[in-house]
């Protein structure tokens, strides 16, 4: 366990008041997809706590971030819904940015590009930065300028003295995966202009809760935050919310727009502040019954499949994604019940799912098997995967989607597709 630390303090207000609630056992990286069944993995504890001052929900054990990340295998590209919504994501934040003259667009953990494309060519300069070394060659193959370094002030520090500060810096989906939750943030305040715009995109924990994602619960997701415990953090480094949106990434998350300089905020701020107190999104007692939520969740899961099994019917998976690897090791399911996985990222073909076992192969391959069932374990692309098993594979019998709320099997034909 040399490759792991755990917390004495709150990742976020440095509180030594962190109190358990959630053990989900000892599991393998999500992504640390093994190339033969019988490779020897390591495994961490893997299990939540709160902050009892601020609130925030998290992970008690940070993994080396260099075990997790300096070859990742998620490529935003290969995902038609992130690529569509790169497109709107430019617009929006171009709407809250104000004057972008001279000035670039930063994106930090940018992957392959894809959420700086439309950036390009919209004729902005831009510059991603990503810790991944793969993923840095697939942008610079886009002609994406990208550094490859892991994120922090010093680095924002640096960037700025050669190019200056940024008008507008994106920070999606990665302020959860950070260990360094502070100096991450430092990072931002440092790296965007005085009058710029600093873009958070984090899966909201608020939907997690209620619609019971845990399977967003994994070794690269130590923060899950709430509007709350997100701008608590962001006020403490001199970033101010004026504005919040939705966004459909992770199956639900919010957009908050902060500036270094105090803005006029909007309603969506104040909206978002009480809904969650309304609904006791920040309270421990909420979150200590989602923890008995998804423990029958998993009953009701592998009661399920079971049923499928015994009837004798052949049932793959379809998305190979971070959040199926919990699902599965939380729930004990390896090819005695979905027999393999189909995933379009071509990275991943010829692995197998870490812990549980089950080859992953491309889809053409996965659908000439003539499954009876496909189980979605990439449910947050549900549609997207539905229409291409429909209309590409020709796939016509039922599906199992195992989140969010309860597991449900939608049969052939659906309303929808009639």
């Known amino acids: 366990m040399n490759n792991m630390k755990t917390i004495t303090r709150c990742r ?9 609630f959630f053990d989900l056992g000892a599991q393998p990286p999500a992504n640390s997809l093994p190339d ?12 939540l706590s709160r902050c009892m001052d ?23 590209g290969t995902s038609g819904a992130a690529r569509a919504f790169a497109e709107q994501f430019s617009r929006a934040c171009l709407a809250r940015a104000g004057d972008m003259t001279a000035r670039y667009v930063l994106e930090i953990a940018s992957n392959d590009g894809t959420f700086l494309l439309p950036f390009q060519k919209k004729g902005y300069a831009v510059l991603g930065v990503d810790p991944a070394k793969n993923l840095v060659a697939l942008a610079r193959r886009l002609t994406v300028p990208t550094e490859c370094v892991f994120f922090g002030k010093y680095q924002a520090e640096r960037i700025r003295a050669r190019r200056g500060a940024a008008g507008l810096v994106i920070a999606r989906n990665v302020v959860p995966h950070v260990a360094n939750t502070r100096d991450f943030v ?6 965007v202009h005085e009058e710029g715009v600093v873009a958070v995109e984090a899966h909201y924990a608020k939907i997690m809760l209620e619609e ?18 997100l701008e608590r953090l962001l006020n403490e480094f001199g970033l101010f919310v004026f504005d919040a949106t939705r966004s459909p990434i992770s199956g639900g998350s919010i957009v908050a727009y902060a500036s270094r300089i105090k803005r006029p905020e909007r309603v969506s701020v104040r909206r978002l502040r ?70 379009q990222n071509p990275l991943k073909h ?18 000439a098997m003539h499954p009876d069932a496909v189980c979605i374990l990439a449910w947050n692309f549900k549609d ?35």
């Open 186 to 191: 430092a990072g931002l305040a440092a790296a």
């Open 384 to 418: 997207e995967i539905m229409r291409n098993a429909r209309h590409i594979y020709g796939y016509r019998g039922p599906f199992i989607v195992p989140l969010p709320f309860k597991p449900a099997r939608i049969p052939w034909p659906t309303r929808k597709d009639q």
């Open 350 to 367: 010829g692995r197998w799912t870490a812990g549980s076992h089950i080859p992953i192969k491309d889809p053409a391959e996965i659908f």
């Open 36 to 47: 033969n069944p019988n490779a020897r993995e390591k495994h961490y504890p893997l299990s």
């Open 274 to 343: 009480a809904m969650e107190a309304k609904a006791e999104t920040n309270s421990f007692s909420s979150w200590r019954n989602f923890a008995g939520r998804a423990r029958e969740h998993r009953q009701a899961f592998i009661s399920l499949l079971w049923r499928e099994a015994r009837a004798k019917r052949r049932i793959v998976g379809y998305g190979a994604s971070a959040r199926s690897s919990t699902l599965l090791n939380f729930c004990g399911i390896d090819r005695r019940m979905i027999e393999a996985i189909a995933d």
């Open 12 to 20: 976020s207000c440095e509180s030594r008041r962190i109190r358990r």
């Open 54 to 76: 601020c609130g925030l929900i998290q992970l008690n054990e940070t993994v080396d971030p260099r075990l997790l990340f300096s070859h990742y295998l998620w490529v935003t």
């Open 212 to 229: 019971l994602h845990y399977d967003s619960i994994y070794h690269e997701h130590l923060c899950y935050f709430t509007f709350k415990t």
